[in-house]
């Protein structure tokens, strides 16, 4: 009967009701949202590269290696040298590899020298494949394949040609302007370092370094020639005619190796025959620890193997403030809604003491005034967590896209966690406590101060 009752007077009071429950909606809603939100931020930011076992790279710290291999975030103050990387490929239990090479950069934009076996086996999120929104993966030297962040932002569409830069500044003053690359694909969104990446062949990585193919090299030569006509020496001027038909030799074999994507660092004249780092995947579990110890422990030069997984989760554990600033605002936000209904509750309890008195001249005791106010107070608190459970997951169907495309978080549309039917136990718990307060206050009310007709 108290029920029935605490549910017709709560239908009463429409307006307030109403304002009660929205505020205690949405601040569930964000409660769920960002508790959500944050755990699955921790899961995709673990799995940035997924699938992968090792990262191997030249001996630094753990994080360092990550940033600059993962992330490209600072740089590799060292190389690996390309034996060490055929060597450590050709072990036991090794299912596949990706070299990387880092170093040169197009407006800001980092560029990764790296072979097709990039586009097969590089995961990211939950073992997720790269995938191309237009064009397909290059074929030689002479293409390139764009992050889909690099490609709207610089506007750039399949078949155009771009020229690649050394360094990693967003200025250079070192343009490869004799090996423009033809744009060949666009890479589909991820939400992580591969969307602000342009992936290019080792071959092209090699032949923008190698002796005599850049722009300050050829103004030089320039200028050598302006001297040499200038003397009229015959004996020099054979001389150089001698090593220009050498240049231009060594040119041509470059230019052919670079329609031959198998090529290798090495290959090409000129050549330095070291990468930044490579990727290693495992036919079973059980070989990564024992080749992670034998690289670590690699006499041809000091390596270093990281698991990375590992070490996204101890990076994560740096920012572990942030999430924990995050939680104690929106908890906050909770509060001050429950102390909006405390104030609509007692705001109205004056306004009903007449109506409590009629009560309790029919027969109602104190205690069944107690529980009519509280019963209201635990009404509201649960429809106010209902409606922000459908507000919850209106938000994730919304917003699962946008957050994966744009900042590589994959939210789960799945069912209220334990922790997070917990965190609406607690909620309803403190909308009854906080309910409790004026039904305390009515519980002590008078007949004779109810029925007294104020003038």
């Given amino acids: 009967m108290l029920i029935k009752l605490a549910w017709k007077s709560t239908l009463n009071r429409k307006a307030s009701v109403a304002l009660t429950l929205v505020t205690i909606a949405i601040s569930v809603m964000l409660l769920l949202s960002v508790e959500r939100i944050r755990q699955d931020a921790k899961s995709s930011f673990a799995n940035t590269i997924s699938g992968t076992d090792l ?4 001996r630094t710290g753990d994080i360092q290696l990550l940033l600059s291999s993962v992330f490209r975030i600072g740089h590799a103050n060292n190389t690996v040298q390309w034996q060490s990387y055929e060597y450590i490929k050709a072990q036991r239990g090794v299912a596949w590899s990706i070299p990387i090479s880092l170093g040169d950069s197009h407006k800001g ?129 054979e001389h150089e005619h001698e090593h220009e038909h050498e240049h231009e030799h060594d040119s041509k074999n470059n230019s052919a190796l670079l329609h031959n994507l198998d090529s290798k660092p090495g290959d090409l004249i000129g050549s330095t025959k070291q990468i930044t780092a490579f990727l290693l995947g495992f036919d079973s579990p059980l070989y990564t620890l024992q080749v992670r110890r034998n690289i670590n422990q690699y006499k041809g030069e000091p390596l270093l193997a990281i698991m990375p997984g590992v070490t996204l989760r101890e990076l994560w554990e740096m920012l572990d403030i942030v999430e924990k600033i995050l939680l104690l605002i929106t908890l906050a936000v909770v509060l001050i809604s429950l102390l909006g209904m405390l104030t609509s509750l007692l705001a109205t309890l004056n306004q009903r003491r007449r109506e409590l008195a009629i009560l309790r001249s029919v027969g109602a005791r104190p205690w069944h005034i107690f529980t009519l106010l509280i019963s209201e107070a635990i009404f509201i608190t649960v429809l106010g967590c209902i409606f922000g459970v459908a507000l919850f997951y209106a938000l994730l169907i919304a917003a699962q896209s946008g957050l994966q495309s744009q900042f590589g978080v994959v939210l789960s549309i799945s069912a209220l966690s334990t922790y997070e039917l917990m965190l609406l136990s607690v ?15 009515a519980y002590f009310y008078s007949l004779a101060d109810g029925m007294q007709i104020k003038t």
């Fill in 55 to 58: 990262i191997v790279g030249a």
């Fill in 427 to 441: 909620i309803i718990g403190a909308g009854t406590l906080i309910g409790a307060i004026p039904a305390a206050r």
């Fill in 109 to 237: 934009f980092a560029v990764l020298g790296t072979d097709a076996s990039y586009f097969s086996h590089y995961q990211y999120a939950k073992k997720q494949h790269l995938t191309f929104a237009a064009g397909r993966p290059f074929h030689n030297g002479q293409e390139v394949v764009l992050g889909a962040m690099v490609a709207k932002k610089l506007g750039y569409q399949l078949g155009q040609k771009i020229v690649i830069s050394h360094g990693v500044g967003n200025t250079s003053f070192h343009h490869h302007d004799d090996n423009p690359l033809v744009i060949s694909g666009i890479l589909a969104a991820t939400g992580t370092p591969v969307d602000k990446t342009l992936h290019v062949p080792l071959s092209a990585i090699e032949s923008m370094h190698s002796t005599g193919h850049s722009k300050p090299s050829r103004m030089i030569a320039q200028k050598q020639d302006a001297t040499h006509h200038e003397h009229e020496h015959e004996h020099e001027h």
